[in-house]
DNA sequence: CTGTTAGCGCTTTCAG
DNA sequence: CTGAAAGCGCTAACAG
C-alpha cells in the first residue's frame, strides 16, 4: 500500500504539502510542487486512507441509512433517495436493515456511531413501545453526544428532525374521493394496532368518510404485509359484510387483499372496488391498476438527508404530502351520492 | 467522546488491559479488572472508534456492495442477501449504486478502497467495452494490491471469485419447456445486443428451440428495462409475425411487454403467452401469474460474501442454476408437438 | 495476567 | 508558500 509519506518522498516535498495537494486543503500550494505531487501520486497508485482521514480529522463522510427491509420497494425507494443524494455530497452510504426488530435498530445505531458516521437516518415506523423507545432514545443521545446528526423518516421521536408522511390527511382525502365515487360501505384493512403508520392511516380513512356522512368502516386489524392483507381479506369475505370498497393501508396489503378476493370469485372492480397506500413502483403494472396514495419515497430520503445535514437547529418536522391516485381498482357507483363529490 | 483511555484512566488499568476487554482480544484478563472496566465503560457511555481500530489494525470490517439500481427488485434481492451474510459476519455495509455507469463502478471501487473495505461485491452483467473492462480491472488490481477481497456476481471478470448465474443454461431449459407444450412460434424480446446477460438468455433460449428441433426464434433488441420490454413488443406487434409465445429476457421487460400485447387487445395467455426471467418477488401477484426463471437472488448474494471472505484460492466460479417455473403466463397447445415434453 | 510503548496514515497548528 | 511535529484512538508486540 502506498502512503502519503511515500508520496511525498518521491516528490521531494513535505508530507504536509502532499497531503494540501492530494487531500482537499483550502491552503494553497505553488504549481510546481503541486504538479510534482500529483505525478508521484498517479505513479504510485496512491489512495487515501479514508480511515485515517476519518481519525485525522475526527470527522468521517460516512452516513448511515436504517431500514427495514431492502427487499420491501417502499424502503428500496427511500434508500435509493438517500444514496442519490449521499452522491451529490460525495458521502459514502451505509445501509442497516432492522426487520422490523427494534433490538436491531438500536444495534445499528451503535455501530454507526462506532463507525463516526456523520449522519444516520431512520426510516420506518415506530412501534408504540416505551419502554424499547427509551432505549432507542438513550443510543440516540449518544451519538448526538458524540457529534452525530439524526434524522428520522417517518414518526416523529420528539426532538429530532423528522421527515413525516402526512398519512393521515392523506388517508382522508382518499376517503372522501372514494366516498365522492359514490361508495358508502368501506371496510379497512388496518394492518397491526399498535404500528402508527397503520393506526394513522386508518383514522384518517375513518375521519374522511364520517367528514362525507358515511356510517363507521369495518375495521379489520392483521399484519403490514402481504400475507397480512390477504388473511384481513379472507376474515372480511368470512364476516360476510355488505361492502363496496375495501381500503388497504398499504399497497402490498391491497395485493394480498387482490388475491383474497380473487379466490372467493370477486372481480375488482366490478364486484368490488379496492384501494391501497404508498403507490409502490413495481406494482403499477397490476392489473387492475391500483387506486392508492403516491408518496415521494426517494425525494424523502433526500429530503431526511438534507436535514441532517444542515445546521442543527431547533427540531425541524418536514411534512411531506400524499397525493391520491384514481385508478382502474375502484369503480364510481351510480346514485344520488354524487353530491359528496369533492374536488 | 469518551476514549478507550478515558476508560482506563477511570477504572485504573492500563490502555491495554482496557483495550483487551472491550474489544475482543483472545488474550485473557482477570474477572476483576474486566468487570471494572465494563463497568466503567457502560459508566462513561463509551462506544469504540472503529476508524481509529481499523487504522491500527490494518483492516476494516467494511464490506462494499455496489449495483445497479436499488429500485430494481432484482437488485434489491442480491443485496439483502449480502446485508443478511455481512450481519452474521459482524460486518458493516456500505452502498454503491451505478445506474449502470460504468464510470460509476470505478469510481465506487476507488471510494471502497479509500474506505479500506475488507471485501468488495459487485453485482450487474458488465458490457462489452474493452476500454472501461480494462480500467476495471486495473482500479480492481490496485484494489487486490492493498489486500482487499472481490467477489463478482454476474459475468466472469477472469481472475476473479464470481457467482454465475446459468442463465444460458436456464434459458434453454425454459425454451425446451416451452416447446414440450407445444408452441413452436417464439419470439425473444432480446434486450441489449451488448449486455451479456441478456445476449446469453436469448441465445440460450435460440439453442433449446433448436435442440428440439424448432425454427429460429424472432430476435426483437432493445432496453432492459420495463420500457424496453414494452417498446420491442409494440415492435413485434407492428411486424405481425405469427407468434404463440413471446420470451422477455427478463421480468420487468415481460410486464412491459404483457402491457403492449394488452394495449392491442391481445389477452396472455389465451392469444399469446409469455415468460420472463429472473422470478422478480413483487411480480408474484401478477394476473396472469409470470412463467418464468427462479433465481435464488438473495443466495448469490450471501455466495458472493462468503467467496470473497474465505481464503484466497484460485479465482473460484460458482455456477447457479435457475429453475423453470411454468405459470398461467403460459398456455399449452393442443397437437401432436407433445412429443417434446420434458421432465 | 498486566503494563509500556511504538506505531497505523493522515491532518493541522505553528514556525519559518 | 513550505516544512516539522504533535497528535487522532486504538492495537500489538514486547517486557515484566
Redesign the interface.
Known sequence: ?TTLEDVARHAGVSLATASRVLNGSSRQVGAMMRARVESSARLL?Y??????Q??ARGA?N?VGVVIQ???D?YF??I??GV??AA?RHHM??????TYRDPEREIAHI??L????ARAVLIAGSRVADERMLGRLRAELE?YR???GRVALIGQDLAGTDTVVPLNREAARDLAVALAGLGHRRFAVLAGPPRLYTATDRAAGFREGLLAAGLPEPVMVPGGFD?DGGRVAALELLASGPEITCVFAVND?MA??A??AL?EHGLRVPEDISLAGFDD????R???PALTTVRLPL?RMGELALELALSEPAAPRLVPVAGEVVLRDSVTALAGPVQRNLTS
Request: glycine share 10%; net charge neutral.
Open positions: 500500500m497508485g489512495r487515501v486512507d479514508a480511515t485515517a476519518a481519525l468521517s460516512v427491509d431492502l427487499t420497494p428500496a425507494a434508500a435509493d444514496v442519490r452522491d459514502v452510504v451505509t445501509l442497516g436493515t451503535a455501530t456511531n462506532a463507525q463516526r449518544v453526544g458524540a457529534g402481504r402490498v395485493v394480498g387482490l388475491a380473487r409502490i413502483a413495481p406494482l403494472d397490476l392489473v426517494a
